[in-house]
């Protein structure tokens, strides 16, 4: 017979049940009253709410959350589904972009891999590959109101970027370290003109006559990019400057055409001459010459195409073009945009022809050149390049070695004025560079350092200075406008430590696109 559990309880209150004499607490077999029950349950409770007041009201709410967002997304805080999927409660790229993207727009410019898109060019390279990081990777939120998103520490940055610490291991600088010149399509030495405007004007300070010609854009960043009206037409072109004489065409004589000429012949594109005045030509003898001249002349100009279709195949639309379509790196759009002013201005040339064909044809180039525009408008449309390389190569079926010569001869007193700073070949004048192969993948501040170094200081790839001062030196052999005047990354390194000026990642390299771009971001989800 079992015995009672209270029987043989000792002091502990505790009692045996069964044969096997098992311990058993008294409590087990007389629970808790339900009034004690219903009292533990309220302190818990009351004790969960104060927590969650003193949470709330003192801490943020940094108990039951991952603490209180930025303040540009204080709007969403209480809003968790509209970063954070429901499911999985992580925060989706898609959920970003719907803020931080424009509307409709397919590669992404906030996107990883635009990243390469906006810092190489590289249509190629807009798809986003396995191990590439998501937006909150870099930028990790609720770190308070005042927390930096958009500052990335450097650690984030070398976890694709291995070996780029500043101080140490990072590269020199790829325009630098591949010795590649630039291709500026002129003749240009630094310490002849230098030296010419220190004469000029006086000057003893070297600098000042570099920032002549160098000038500093409104924000003092960089600087503006060399114009020949402005810079260099005081000097150059002068009234006293003339073309050789030049044999006029003729019949069966090939020349250049007079103004007369393209005047009465009233073709596209020729509006120009009926601006000219007849008295800058001087004919006589079956030959003409002009003076003066003005950059890109477009008398030169027209007669240069002339001979170049002589002597070449077709250039495509590189005929809508002054210049060849050489176009720099990054540039291609530009050059797009040069043949299509060059149609405009014979559109516009020819609305005031009366013939029906005339304008029926004008409605069709207007329709085209609309097309274009919106092309050209969108950053992200694809231009083929090869539409732009001239068929120079391949010279005209037909034309003699005699007449190819007679042409050749032509076009070199027909650019005599020009060759002195133009490359010319093939019947074309080169594309001039607007500005150096500098830092494409970094930003650098003039003005910043302005005041801790000199022009010269940084800038000694050419000699100039020791060139300028000592007139009994000649020209450097290096002064070219091809020559990369620029410093490399030791020079950098004497204020850019540790210790010193700042030399994290973002110093210098931003992983966006340019910040002006923010008026077109949506500003809200259609």
């Known amino acids: 017979m079992a015995e009672s559990p209270s029987e043989g309880r000792g002091d502990r209150g505790k009692g045996w049940f069964g044969r096997s004499r098992l311990g058993v607490a008294g409590a087990y077999v007389r629970p808790l009253r339900r009034w004690k029950m219903l009292w533990a349950g309220v302190i818990l409770a009351a004790v969960l709410i104060l927590i969650l007041a003193v949470d709330f009201g003192y801490r943020d709410a940094r108990w039951v959350s991952n603490g209180p967002v930025s303040s540009a997304h204080a709007g969403l805080e209480n809003d968790c589904s509209s970063c954070h999927d429901p499911l999985s409660r992580r925060v989706t790229v898609e959920a970003c972009a719907g803020c931080h993207e424009r509307h409709g727009n397919e590669i992404g410019d906030y996107s990883f891999a635009s990243h390469y898109l906006y810092r190489t060019d590289d249509f190629q390279r807009v798809t986003v590959e396995d191990g590439e990081v998501a937006c909150f990777s870099c930028h990790p939120e609720h770190e308070g109101r005042k927390a930096q998103r958009t500052k990335v520490d450097d650690r984030l940055c070398i976890t694709c970027h291995e070996g780029t610490a500043f101080s140490k291991e990072h590269p020199e600088f790829g325009v630098l370290a591949d010795q590649i010149p630039d291709n500026p399509g002129i003749e240009f030495a630094h310490v002849s003109h230098i030296r010419e405007i220190m004469r000029k004007r006086s000057l003893v300070d070297i600098e000042k006559a570099c920032l002549s010609c160098h000038l500093p854009e409104a924000d003092g960043r960089g600087f503006q990019a060399i114009d020949f009206d402005r810079q260099c037409d005081a000097c150059h072109l002068t009234t006293g400057i003339a073309t050789p004489r030049l044999a006029i065409q003729g019949e069966g004589s090939f020349g250049v055409k007079t103004l007369s000429t393209i005047r009465a012949e009233g073709h596209a594109g020729t509006e120009w001459s009926q601006f000219l005045s007849s008295s800058e030509f001087r004919e006589a003898g079956g030959r003409v010459l002009k003076i003066p001249l003005y950059h890109r002349d477009p008398w030169i100009l027209y007669n240069l195409r002339r001979m170049r279709r002589e002597l070449y195949e077709d250039g495509g639309i590189a005929e809508l073009l002054d210049v060849s379509p050489e176009a720099p790196e990054g540039q291609v759009r530009r050059v797009y945009s040069e043949a299509v002013e060059t149609l ?183």
């Open 344 to 526: 405009e201005r014979y559109v516009t040339g020819l609305r005031g022809r009366p013939e029906p064909e005339i304008q029926k044809e004008l409605a069709v180039i207007s329709k085209l050149l609309e097309s274009l525009h919106q092309r050209l408008g969108d950053s992200r449309t694809t231009l083929d390049e090869t539409d732009l390389l001239l068929a120079l190569q391949q010279p005209r079926e037909g034309v003699s070695p005699e007449h190819a010569e007679e042409v050749d001869e032509l076009i070199q007193g027909l650019v005599q004025p020009c060759a002195g700073c133009h490359h010319v070949e093939q019947a074309t004048i080169s594309r001039v560079a607007a500005s150096q192969k500098t830092f494409h993948r970094a930003e650098f501040n003039h003005r910043a350092h302005i005041l801790e170094s000199r022009c010269l200081d940084c800038h000694s790839a050419i000699p100039i200075a020791e060139a300028v001062e000592d007139l009994t030196l000649p020209v450097p052999a290096n002064d070219l406008a091809s020559t990369q005047n620029l410093p490399g990354i030791e020079t950098c390194r004497t204020c850019h430590t540790p210790d010193l000026a700042a030399d994290s990642c973002s110093t210098c390299h931003a992983f966006h696109p340019d910040l002006n771009r923010r008026s077109e971001l949506l500003l809200y989800d259609d």
